[in-house]
């Protein structure tokens, strides 16, 4: 039997989702284990001004807030304790390299040093005239030295042991705001302030002159090292710029896709730890619009981008690429991760994460399941793959069915109660192409004609239809003459069909006469 198709096949779009990329499929696998806590954040109640990691695992972070910072456990997510020991609101900190101490600035412009198991409050380091908003311990081995910058314009470098401060680094007009420690030497750092400039100072510069300035021109919120030590972000304004100190602090790209300023970087990495893929770097960057945005300086591109419903100040990614956590300034914490394990801290033993179980083995497939049968039909073909598609199935209309079977009058009849104009032309079309319409209406009864000729009465005046049911009019009448005078019915179909027809002859005479009176006009009007 010779293959079907319906008479008037109907296309459908198809869909505009993108496939997610292996990327955003990563980011999005950092959520708030359920164990751990019902809601999808947690809240400290006063903004979140500033985040940091402890670089020792199990690595646990702390967040500033008010007059008091709290450290979370990096196992359980879980608060651990919370230090108020604060004259005034706290506004940075940062971890030791060995983890052991953590340090906090406040208001007053006076750096705290707390031991970060005991809470022992071990030292106050007094030298800023006014609030100490950046503290940073160097990254690799040294812990006896740490930085500070203030509303002052000063930058202090202190020996924390003696209590007391080694350098005065002088060179900012404004308030020194963020700040960063080299990775790969501890005698350097970063500082960025609202005068615009970011400098790159080196302690071993007996002039304490800084070695590099940057001009952001923007108020500079946020700036970081990234992992070669020879490039830095910086953030201010709406924008992230990456710079080559390197090469004589030369701007690489400027990158706009914040809607309003930008309050915190930090680096992130992609790819499975201690696993086969080479891990990515990416910063990470939160702005005040409410997004987080992921940006692959490689290949200068933003690769993922998430909503959050209030403004975000702070952000932070633990060393070990399992935890991300971001501050707002509404006091919640959304902390995400990632399923993996940590190592512990005392015993170097893999520990599952608490807050994540393995997913459970799915069940081997057998030929008594029924998924046995369906297996592999949502694979995508690889390149060079020959696919070789499933026929769909044509879904057949009422009508189409009996132009199947030749029953053409049955056709004709149920594409005229469908009440589509589109069909009835089409089926009409058919019945021409096979010869058979005549026959349809010379075998149609009183009821089916009365059908026929309303529909004619309606379309026969529409410009898309009328060169066709025009004609058809015309046979129609001449065919069934006598069943039309002897039924009252039908005549009222014909006299309104008659009507209609002058209708639409006196419009087109009267667009005719008005096209007659313009085109003189036009054509002088052309010659103009």
């Not at 031991?115 to 990254?139: E, F, I, M, Q, T």
């Not at 790819?271 to 997004?291: C, F, K």
């Amino acid at each position: 039997m010779a293959e079907t198709f319906p008479v008037k096949p109907k296309l459908r779009p198809t869909s505009g989702k993108s496939t997610p990329t292996a990327e955003s499929k990563y980011w999005k696998s950092f959520k708030i284990p359920k164990d751990i806590e019902t809601t999808p954040s947690k809240s400290l109640n006063y903004p979140i001004t500033s985040l940091s990691f402890s670089p020792v695992a199990p690595h646990d972070f702390a967040a500033t807030h008010s007059a008091s910072f709290t450290v979370f456990s990096g196992k359980t997510l879980e608060p651990k304790f919370t230090v108020n020991d604060f004259s005034d609101a706290a506004a940075s900190s940062s971890f030791r390299c060995d983890g052991k101490l953590l340090a906090a600035g406040d208001l007053t412009g006076t750096v705290h040093v707390f031991d970060a198991k005991s809470r022992n409050h071990l030292r106050r380091l007094k030298g800023h005239s006014a609030a100490a908003r950046v503290v940073c311990y160097p990254r690799a081995a040294d812990k006896f030295h740490l930085f500070s910058g203030g509303d002052d314009s000063v930058v202090k470098y202190w020996d924390v042991a003696a209590e007391k401060c080694v350098l005065n680094l002088l060179g900012h007009k404004d308030y020194v705001r963020c700040g960063d420690a080299s990775p790969v030497s501890d005698d350097m750092f970063v500082s960025g302030s609202y005068d615009h400039k970011v400098r790159v100072w080196d302690v071993r510069v007996s002039s304490a002159v800084s070695v590099a300035e940057l001009n952001h021109e923007k108020p500079v919120e946020s700036v970081i090292y990234l992992p070669s030590g020879g490039l830095i972000a910086t953030a201010g304004g709406n924008f992230v710029k990456i710079w080559d100190v390197i090469g004589g602090g030369k701007l690489l790209y400027s990158m706009e896709s914040h809607n309003k300023t930008v309050t915190a970087l930090c680096m992130g990495k992609v790819g499975r730890v201690g696993g086969d893929e080479a891990e990515q770097n990416r910063i990470l960057s939160v702005s005040l619009d409410g997004y987080m945005k992921v940006f692959d300086y490689a290949k200068f591109k933003i690769t993922y981008s998430m909503r959050f419903p209030h403004p975000l100040l702070s952000v932070g990614f633990s060393p070990d690429s399992l935890t991300r956590v971001i501050g707002t300034s509404k006091g919640i914490l959304y902390i995400g991760r990632r399923k993996g394990k940590v190592e512990s801290a005392d015993l170097g033993d893999p520990v599952a994460l608490g807050a994540v179980e393995d997913e459970p083995q799915r069940r081997v497939l057998r030929p008594s399941y029924f998924r046995y049968f369906h297996r592999g039909q949502n694979a995508k073909p690889a390149e060079g793959d020959y696919l070789i598609k499933r026929p769909k199935k044509v879904k057949l209309a009422e009508y189409d069915k009996l132009l199947k079977k030749f029953r053409h009058k049955e056709s004709l009849v149920a594409v005229l109660n469908g009440k589509n104009p589109e069909n009835v032309v089409a089926v009409i079309e058919e019945l021409i192409l096979r010869k058979k319409l005549l026959k349809c209406v010379t075998n149609l009864d009183a009821e089916e004609l009365g059908l026929l000729l309303g529909f004619l009465q309606k379309y026969s005046t529409m410009p898309r239809y009328a060169g066709l049911l025009t004609r058809l009019v015309n046979k129609v009448v001449e065919l069934r003459a006598e069943d039309i005078r002897s039924s009252d019915q039908l005549r009222g179909h014909i006299r309104n069909l008659k009507r209609d027809v002058e209708e639409e002859i006196r419009i087109q005479q009267s667009l005719l006469e008005i096209q007659g009176i313009i085109s003189p006009m036009l054509r002088i009007a052309a010659r103009r």
